[in-house]
């Protein structure tokens, strides 16, 4: 459905599905009539396709709508490979409350939800966003990025079970590797796997290994065989030693593999996105660099009619907080229900810019000043990024610092509004009592 483009009064039918692992429910309305079709699809392409197949001669080839409660999942993308077929993701929460606008039990089934599904398309479509693919390309980079940020939370998670078996029988290796997931740590774990086996190796197997592992400082050679030769095990119980000991060299290989799965996409992603027509823009950015440039384009994409304002993004990001009010009650609060991946990228981006942009580190310091925590004035500089950053991206412009700054020096010398006091006192003024100004 890429280019597709179709207006709300061409569709000839409107569907919706409640998927499962197995087996989807889906409920159909025809434009025409007033009945309901319920029935079911199981979930293997073959299915799915003969389905897409029978709508599509039934309906002479006119769009269809389709609502499901999921936005990137494998029915997503099955049915995406059919132009008819229009794409309207529901949030689960929206759906979860529109039940309970009907059912306050919470009571829950599938042929209920699809119905659900399908009166939220057929009576609040226009509040519901379609699915509008982006280019293939950008979207490969968006799955790239999103991938290995989950490869580097597994390294990280790998590592820390690995230190926690090093605490138990071999602690003094963490003290001589910065980070023990290294290449360096690993090869030295191999061949040395206990504290024995160290103190049995000669002083010049030792000074070769270091060598070769380009840890090539004297001094600091020195002090690492002192500190072998010194040391103490920790524990003398053999259950412990070998236990800890295979455990280690087990994660060791994982550790391995890992690393060179983010070596590979970052092969990947740097092809890419160097090729991405809007690099440019994105890498103009302090901060951004070689990791986070390729996951701002994906956050943005290629599509500019994706957002109407920077506000979209912020809020659809999670960077906006939300504001509630009842009553006399009002009151803003951390955005709970957003995509984790896209509020992670704004956030860690912000935080890399204040390295390398003055304005940033002073907004953030001015943030901290007025008793925010660190997290949410990394939040409060990231809103302000985003506007930059929308800005640019709509005028297919790279970001000009002195641009920017010239804006500030501006806004600042504007003439502002008086805010010298006024005397007021209290005057009768016909039986009754008011303020009014002392010299009036």
């Not at 580097?152 to 078996?165: A, D, G």
């Not at 524990?235 to 060179?260: F, G, P, Q, Y």
């Not at 304002?309 to 009002?330: D, F, L, N, R």
């Not at 005057?427 to 009036?440: E, H, I, N, P, Y």
Request: aromatic share 10%.
């Amino acid at each position: 459905m890429g280019d597709y483009v179709v207006a709300d009064g061409e569709f000839a039918a409107f569907v919706g599905i409640d998927w499962a692992e197995q087996k989807h429910v889906l409920a159909l309305q025809d434009r025409q009539a007033d009945r309901i079709e319920v029935g079911e699809i199981e979930h293997t392409p073959e299915a799915v396709d003969a389905w897409a197949m029978e709508l599509s001669q039934r309906y002479q080839e006119r769009p269809i709508a389709v609502a499901l409660e999921q936005v990137r999942g494998s029915l997503v993308f099955m049915l995406t490979k059919y132009k008819h077929l229009v794409i309207f993701p529901i949030h689960p929460a929206t759906l979860a409350n529109y039940r309970k606008s009907f059912r306050p039990s919470g009571a829950k089934g599938d042929p209920h939800d699809a119905g659900l599904l399908l009166d939220l398309l057929t009576r609040h479509r226009e509040k519901l966003r379609r699915i509008n693919p982006d280019t293939a390309e950008t979207r490969t980079l968006r799955f790239l990025v999103e991938e290995r940020r989950k490869l580097v939370n597994e390294r990280i998670r790998f590592s820390q079970r690995l230190n926690s078996h090093l605490k138990l029988y071999f602690p003094q290796v963490l003290n001589w590797f910065c980070d023990i997931g290294s290449q360096i740590a690993e090869h030295f774990l191999e061949r040395w796997p206990t504290l024995e086996a160290l103190q049995k190796a000669k002083t010049k197997t030792l000074e070769r290994f270091f060598t070769d592992h380009n840890s090539r400082s004297s001094d600091k050679i020195k002090i690492r065989l002192e500190e072998i030769r010194r040391a103490v095990a920790a524990t003398h119980d053999s259950a412990v030693i070998t236990a800890s000991s295979s455990a280690a060299l087990a994660l060791i290989k994982i550790l391995r593999e890992l690393r060179n799965a983010i070596s590979s996409h970052d092969s990947q992603i740097e092809k890419l996105a160097h090729a991405h027509p809007d690099f440019v823009i994105f890498d103009s950015f302090p901060g951004a660099g070689a990791a986070m440039a390729p996951r701002l384009i994906a956050a943005f994409g290629t599509c500019r009619d994706r957002y109407r304002t920077a506000h979209e993004i912020q809020c659809y990001s999670g960077i906006a907080p939300v504001v509630e009010s009842s009553g006399k009650q009002h009151w803003v609060h951390y955005r709970w229900s957003c995509p984790k991946f896209l509020r992670q990228t704004f956030h860690e981006w912000a935080l890399h810019s204040m390295a390398s942009s003055a304005w940033a580190k002073d907004y953030y310091k001015e943030q901290r000043a007025k008793g925010k925590s660190h997290h949410s004035a990394v939040r409060a500089l990231a809103f302000k990024w985003i506007r930059i950053l929308f800005r640019c991206w709509q005028d297919r412009n790279p970001y000009n610092p002195a641009l920017y700054e010239n804006a500030r020096q501006s806004r600042s010398h504007e003439p502002k509004a008086c805010t010298s006091p006024v005397n007021i006192a209290w005057k009768t003024r016909s039986g009754f009592s008011k303020l009014s100004r002392a010299d009036s």
